[in-house]
Structure formats: C-alpha cells, structure tokens
C-alpha cells in the first residue's frame, strides 16, 4: 500500500518537473528579450528569411484556390454583362449607320441649299496633372499648352460635356478655370425654345443662370447648350441640364470635373465679320440719291457767269433828217440818244 501511494507520488513530481523547467525558460527568454531586444529581431528576419519560400510556395496554390473559389459568384455576372454588352453593341451599330446615312443626306441638302457650313473643330487631347481648389477658384492643370496648339478662351470637354476653358497657357502646360468657379461666365442657350442666357458658377456643384430673355418659360430637364456668342467657344456643346433649386433655376452640368483623367481642348475661332463696302449701285436700292461729281470751283464759276451784252455803239441824227420828217410819225420813229459821259467831260 505504502509503495503504490510512493509510485504514485513519484509520478506527479516527474510530471510538474518539465512544466516548472518551461515556466523559468520563458521567464529566461522574457528577461533576455527585454535586455537584448535587437538579439531577438535579428532572429526573428532571419528565421522569416530561411522560411520564406516555403511560405510562399505554400501560399501560393492556397491563394489560387480561394480566388477560384471567389470568382464562382462573379462568373454568372459577367456571363450577364457580357450579354448585355453584346447587345448594346448591336444597337449601336445600328445607330452608326443611321447616323451615317443622316450625315451624307445633310452634306448633300447644304449643297442644294448652298449652306455655310460650320468650321471643322481641332481637338488636342491632354492629361489633368493637377487639381487646384480654392474659395475663390477652382482649377485644373493640363499637360498642353501653346507648343501644342493650346490659346486662351479655347474650351475644354471630356467624354461627357465642356467642363471649362482655357484662361492661362504656357509653352507646355495650361491652367482651366471650371464651369463651377466664381468667375466663370459663358454664354448659353436653353431648348426647346432657344432661350439665351449667361451661366454663372457660383462654387457649387450647379452654377446659375443670369441674364434671362424677359417673360422666358423654364422648366426641369430643359438642355443647356453653349451658344457660340461672342465667337469664343464653339456653338452646340452639351452643358447640362436645368434643375429647380427652391425658387430659382440652375443647371446640373453632365460633367464632372473632379473625375476627369483625359480631356480635350477644342481649337475654335470663328470667322471675322468683315462689313460690306457699298457701292452705287447699292446706293439707290437703299433710297439714297448718288452723289454728284464733284467740280473745280473755277470751273464751275466760269461756267455758270453770265455773260453781259456789250452796248451798242452811239450814232447821232442828222437835222435835216429829223426837220424833213416832221409829224407823230417822226417822233415816234426817233430815238432819244443816251448821253456819253465821255462827250460831257470834253464839254466840260
């Protein structure tokens, strides 16, 4: 009995004895790794260098299998996609070739009608490198500028719709003030109706509209298009849509500027209005009487002086005449001559 109590003693004390030699090991390593911090993190690369292509090696079958196991979900949404964009692309096609045949019946009414036809617009694509917003602007940094072509005043679009103009251009940047900035102002006209009005950014994401026609009807969803006034920017290029803000309109722009990676610069100038000279054949269209030639003044003075009759030289009467011819008849026939002021100076 005394000997299985002993047996059984002996084997708790062997038992406790490698737990109490693990506890003042990691009291060991703790107070080493608390003095020798650099010892342990040198030992840790190293360890993690010895193991790391096993680890990868292991990784990597292991990362391929939870990606396959991933992509079973998205497997059937891009078999839908991928329907789905089949079929826009053949409406799109179809598209393609209406527009081409509506393209080739307006060349050919423009020839009948001999239309003028609006200039071809030049476009530079460039790259935004920099964004700059401030309180009171609102900026963006292009990678263009005058060695390529790029003014100030031209506008600038992306896939959507004009998003702003040029104001600065170096040699091989430009800066683009936006739609949305406090100082921007272009000219624009609103369909149905061709409404024109001033768009004005005001910091927001909508700007306003000023300078409306007296008695101009707006409604929502109303399209805002550039007028081309002034001849700056190109007539027709989508802005936006009117939207109601409380008690006024505003338009929400289809661009979106903040977004915006690749945009294109349109190099647009329109043709300078040049006012006809009149000639005289115009003149009496226009009720005007044509003017009359113009005469040196001695000309004119030698044509128009009368020309005074020289008076007839004095012959005076005999007396026999005047004593044979006696009677009314002989007076009357008889002429009283005028006196000469030259024969009363020789009297004299």
Known sequence: MANGTWK???????AQLPLAIFAVLAIIVVLVGRAQSSLFDRARTT?????????????????????????IGTIFVVYRENLKLK????????????????????KRYQLLLNAVVDPSLDRITARVIGRESKPFLETMILNAGKSQGVRSGQAVVDEHAIIGRIFLAGERSSWVILLTDLNSR????????????????DNSNAPT????????????????????DGGLLPPGLAVGVLIRDGG???????????TSDDVQVIKYQAAPETTPTPSLNDLPAASLPPPQPHMPASDNTTATQPVEPEPA????????????????????????????????????
């Open 8 to 14: 059984i003693a002996r084997n708790r004390g062997s």
């Open 47 to 71: 360890f993690t260098d010895w193991t790391a292509p096993l680890l990868q090696s292991v990784s990597e079958p292991v990362d391929g299998v939870s990606r396959w196991f991933g992509s």
């Open 87 to 106: 079929e826009e692309n053949a409406k799109l096609r179809q598209w393609q070739s209406a527009a081409l045949v509506l393209e080739d019946r307006i």
């Open 186 to 201: 272009i000219p624009v006209v609103i369909r149905p109706g061709n409404i024109q009005a001033i768009m004005a950014g």
């Open 209 to 228: 509209l000023e300078t409306l026609a007296q008695g101009a009807q707006l409604r929502e969803g109303m399209q805002v298009l550039t007028s081309g």
């Open 248 to 258: 006024r309109m505003r338009v929400a722009l289809l661009s979106d500027a903040n």
């Open 313 to 348: 030289p004095f012959k005076p009467s005999s007396t026999k005449k005047n004593e044979s011819n006696s009677g009314p008849a002989a007076a009357t026939e008889q002429s009283v001559p005028a006196e000469d002021p030259s024969a009363e100076d020789e009297r004299d």
